[in-house]
């Protein structure tokens, strides 16, 4: 049990390698994969291909459509006979007829009346929506006997009623009143009624036997040569050996081993997407949320091809594939998000047709959505970034139409829909990104700009309770700021970094020099004790960041932003009385900087606090003083695990030094 608790990250990120994989292949299709693929209307690109055996051509949809709508236009329609109506009209008619006055001439009327109704039902009357063509045959079915009669040998509701009023007006209709003729006209319902179960079972069973080949190609027969047009009668026996090479194959005892093989294909790539976070970008390996978050789009890239593939193959081109680089882009960097989104295409080309082209189109719209969206939360970015991806698709397309047609004949307008349709999807990635914040606790920019804002509940607390602190904050973003805009780094993050890096202080501000005024209370404390109070204000201020829901990567600089420098001052004070004294009383508990942002706002914060000391400034003065402080920290070795260069270091000094100057308005001094 305690080995479990020692290896679990371990443990964990190994079962959602695992378990990523096994979700992957369960997605691909349940079948062995035919090695040639089959492009219809494009030229033939592998050598000359000749049958490996026996197969049967199997006809085509088209083919096999015509002759079923041809074997059910010979299926006729079957009515059948209904007695019980007969027998209840004729009811009602009698019991109707025994309320109304009797008299001879009205008696009479009656009779004829019935007479004639008996003779229309023996004909048969069908309801007026079901004569479609007067010359149709149908199949009259009456118990068990089946007649073929025209339906137009039949009455229809209407004629019926027409026929009745013609014999009424021969025997005398003023006897009868309007209320008297209205319902029993009303009394005549159909009595040949349609039966679609019926009708359809019949034509069911005469499509039920239509043969599904047409031929057979015998082994060794050539199916198509090296460059000839995919179509026709070719395409047939292509698509033939197609699905009896898939269908052997997969019926054969060798089914686990086709399993077996697509696990291997499918658990490459995915290892190696965790090897490049292992070997380049550790933060994010050694996370766990972060990479479940990035196995989970993954996974869900992988779904919606699946779905959409399977609705019809064209829809997979309205797949929003680019919206994980987009996603990857915004959480992390460029160089994640295109490794990501290689990764997720290879396994994607298992599902779609023409996987080169497939993945043509998305690795350069992805190249392209991770180079120009650097601030997602500015919409006319995204919008033009969406934009150059729509456009990318369309002119991608075309030249994939040029090079196979050699025209644009064959141009799909469907196709350029689905791409415009995907462009529309990508706009989604917005809300998502505010989802995937909450349920993995990610920051993205967006989410930076908020709390870039100095009115927040924390630095307004900072600035009612600590202002000097809060003015010291403020002067190390601005700086720290520019000097990640020279050297590339994330400006935001590192902006906002530096307003929250000394939120610790807010807990007991009147230890910390720049909310002093005079009196300073380490004047009558030991050196141990003062020590502690400075080192607590970091881990106060993880305490605090935490009750305030900050994001980890914020938090990231409040925990760095001293390494494991020690508080030199008390040091030194309590050297003079013990030169023994156990350094470890004076040291920042850490970690170091562990990338560039955060090493720049530790040599901001220096310099910046420092700098308040410094009497009689001048510009060399701030030079050399900017070049100790690094040098010291260098020395401490605090930007060992940091992925920033001696150069960007030198940039970052250059920038402060520049900042410091114009500060206390001076200028480098000349020589005469």
């Known amino acids: 049990m305690l080995l479990f608790y020692r290896f679990q990250a371990a443990i964990y990120r190994a079962f959602l390698c695992l378990f990523t994989t096994a979700v992957v292949v369960y997605i691909l299709?349940?079948?062995?994969?035919?090695?040639?693929?089959?492009?219809?209307?494009?030229?033939?690109?592998?050598?000359?291909?000749?049958?490996?055996?026996?197969?049967?051509?199997?006809?085509?949809?088209?083919?096999?459509?015509?002759?079923?709508?041809?074997?059910?236009?010979?299926?006729?329609?079957?009515?059948?006979?209904?007695?019980?109506?007969?027998?209840?009209?004729?009811?009602?008619?009698?019991?109707?007829?025994?309320?109304?006055?009797?008299?001879?001439?009205?008696?009479?009327?009656?009779?004829?009346?019935?007479?004639?109704?008996?003779?229309?039902?023996?004909?048969?009357?069908?309801?007026?929506?079901?004569?479609?063509?007067?010359?149709?045959?149908?199949?009259?079915?009456?118990?068990?006997?089946?007649?073929?009669?025209?339906?137009?040998?039949?009455?229809?509701?209407?004629?019926?009623?027409?026929?009745?009023?013609?014999?009424?007006?021969?025997?005398?209709?003023?006897?009868?009143?309007?209320?008297?003729?209205?319902?029993?006209?009303?009394?005549?319902?159909?009595?040949?009624?349609?039966?679609?179960?019926?009708?359809?079972?019949?034509?069911?069973?005469?499509?039920?036997?239509?043969?599904?080949?047409?031929?057979?190609?015998?082994?060794?027969?050539?199916?198509i040569a090296k460059g000839e047009v995919v179509e026709g009668e070719k395409l047939q026996k292509l698509k033939s050996l197609q699905q009896e090479f898939e269908s052997q194959t997969w019926t054969q005892t060798n089914t686990s081993w086709i399993i077996f093989g697509y696990s291997l294909l499918v658990f490459i790539p995915v290892v190696l997407l965790f090897v490049f976070l292992w070997r380049t970008r550790k933060m994010v390996f050694e996370n766990n949320k972060r990479l479940t978050f990035l196995c989970v789009n993954v996974l869900l890239i992988v779904l919606l091809t699946k779905v959409a593939v399977d609705a019809d193959p064209q829809f997979v081109y309205a797949v929003p594939i680019c919206m994980l680089p987009l996603l990857m882009r915004t959480f992390f960097d460029t160089r994640i998000a295109l490794f990501t989104l290689m990764t997720t295409l290879f396994l994607i080309a298992f599902l779609v047709p023409n996987s080169y082209e497939f993945i043509y189109l998305h690795i350069m719209a992805g190249i392209l959505a991770s180079l120009t969206v650097n601030d997602l939360y500015r919409r006319a970015k995204l919008f033009i970034s969406v934009g150059l991806i729509v456009g990318l698709y369309a002119v991608s397309y075309i030249a994939f139409t040029l090079i196979h047609d050699g025209n644009l004949l064959q141009l799909s307008y469907d196709i350029l829909l689905l791409f415009v349709v995907n462009g529309l999807a990508i706009l989604f990635v917005q809300p998502l990104i505010y989802v995937f914040e909450k349920v993995f606790g990610l920051v993205s920019d967006a989410?930076?700009?908020?709390?870039?804002?100095?009115?927040?509940?924390?630095?307004?607390?900072?600035?009612?309770?600590?202002?000097?602190?809060?003015?010291?904050?403020?002067?190390?973003?601005?700086?720290?700021?520019?000097?990640?805009?020279?050297?590339?780094?994330?400006?935001?993050?590192?902006?906002?970094?530096?307003?929250?890096?000394?939120?610790?202080?807010?807990?007991?501000?009147?230890?910390?020099?720049?909310?002093?005024?005079?009196?300073?209370?380490?004047?009558?404390?030991?050196p141990e004790v003062s020590s502690k109070i400075i080192i607590d204000h970091v881990l106060n201020g993880i305490t605090n960041a935490r009750k305030s829901k900050l994001p980890d990567r914020v938090i990231d600089f409040i925990r760095t932003h001293h390494g494991t420098t020690t508080v030199l001052y008390f040091l030194q004070q309590a050297k003079q009385n013990n030169p023994d004294i156990d350094v470890a009383q004076f040291q920042y508990p850490g970690p170091k900087p562990f990338s560039k942002e955060t090493a720049i706002v530790m040599i901001s914060d220096g310099v910046e606090a420092a700098s308040k000391s410094l009497k009689e400034p001048t510009a060399e003065k701030i030079i050399a003083f900017v070049d100790k402080i690094v040098q010291r920290l260098m020395d401490e070795k605090q930007f060992l695990e940091a992925n920033i260069t001696l150069r960007e270091i030198e940039t970052v000094k250059s920038v402060l030094s520049e900042k410091l100057i114009s500060s206390y308005h001076l200028r480098v001094s000349y020589p005469e």
């Open 29 to 223: 299709p349940r079948g062995a994969s035919f090695q040639y693929e089959i492009q219809e209307g494009k030229p033939w690109q592998y050598e000359t291909l000749l049958a490996p055996y026996d197969f049967p051509i199997q006809k085509s949809k088209n083919e096999l459509n015509s002759e079923r709508e041809a074997l059910e236009a010979n299926i006729p329609r079957y009515f059948m006979y209904q007695d019980e109506t007969v027998r209840k009209t004729l009811d009602a008619f009698d019991q109707y007829s025994a309320t109304l006055p009797t008299s001879p001439e009205f008696n009479t009327i009656l009779i004829n009346w019935r007479t004639v109704l008996e003779a229309i039902y023996a004909k048969g009357i069908v309801a007026d929506d079901q004569i479609i063509v007067d010359n149709e045959s149908v199949a009259l079915v009456h118990d068990t006997r089946q007649t073929t009669v025209l339906i137009s040998d039949l009455f229809s509701q209407k004629e019926a009623k027409e026929d009745l009023i013609k014999q009424l007006d021969l025997f005398g209709s003023d006897v009868l009143s309007e209320v008297t003729l209205q319902y029993l006209l009303s009394l005549v319902e159909p009595n040949i009624l349609y039966n679609d179960a019926l009708t359809r079972q019949f034509k069911a069973e005469s499509v039920a036997g239509v043969v599904t080949v047409r031929g057979l190609v015998t082994k060794g027969t050539r199916i």
């Open 447 to 526: 989410s930076l700009l908020e709390l870039s804002d100095t009115n927040s509940k924390l630095l307004r607390e900072l600035a009612d309770k600590a202002p000097g602190t809060f003015q010291h904050s403020l002067q190390v973003a601005n700086i720290a700021e520019a000097a990640a805009n020279a050297i590339g780094a994330n400006t935001l993050l590192t902006r906002v970094g530096a307003l929250y890096h000394d939120i610790g202080k807010i807990k007991n501000p009147v230890f910390f020099s720049e909310n002093q005024a005079t009196y300073s209370p380490h004047d009558d404390l030991e």
